[in-house]
């Protein structure tokens, strides 16, 4: 038997694919929704699988500080980096050789739930609209 815990996180970013053939090459932003839910066995002595209120404050906190109002690059665009840092208010947070995708997103703040609760499974979910997402699930250690 297992538990699911969820919950969301909203927040505006813009960002750029890399080499890629399409309109999202060229900079743009999205309202993102993160989708963050935890399982496991096992609850508390209070019942709970884990408080809703700390997994949302982990993962706000982190996205605040990180991606909220910022731009999410590539590590290898050096003209968005060069533009960006151009700009001294500008917020930049860089994927290390990867594309800023919702799937990227997903599966870091996938690790981030992982070294904050662990003994807990994360699944993570990133909507760029509301017609789309991208998710990650870990696999499950043997």
Wanted: net charge negative.
């Amino acid at each position: 038997m297992a538990y699911r815990d969820r919950i969301e996180v909203s927040f505006d970013a813009g960002h750029r694919l890399l080499d890629y053939q399409g309109k999202c090459a060229s900079p743009h932003g999205h309202t993102f929704r993160a989708e963050v839910i935890v399982e496991g066995s096992e609850l508390n002595e209070l019942g709970l699988l884990v408080d809703f209120g700390d997994i949302k404050r982990a993962m706000k906190e982190w996205i605040d500080r990180n991606w909220d109002h910022g731009f999410l690059v590539n590590s290898r665009d050096t003209a968005m980096l060069k533009a960006l840092r151009s700009i001294p208010e500008a917020k930049v947070y860089c994927f290390e050789g990867i594309n800023p995708s919702a799937e990227a997103m997903a599966r870091q703040l996938a690790c981030l739930a992982s070294e904050r609760f662990p003994g807990l499974r994360p699944t993570v979910r990133v909507w760029e609209s509301n017609t789309q997402y991208a998710e990650y699930i870990p696999e499950t250690p043997q």
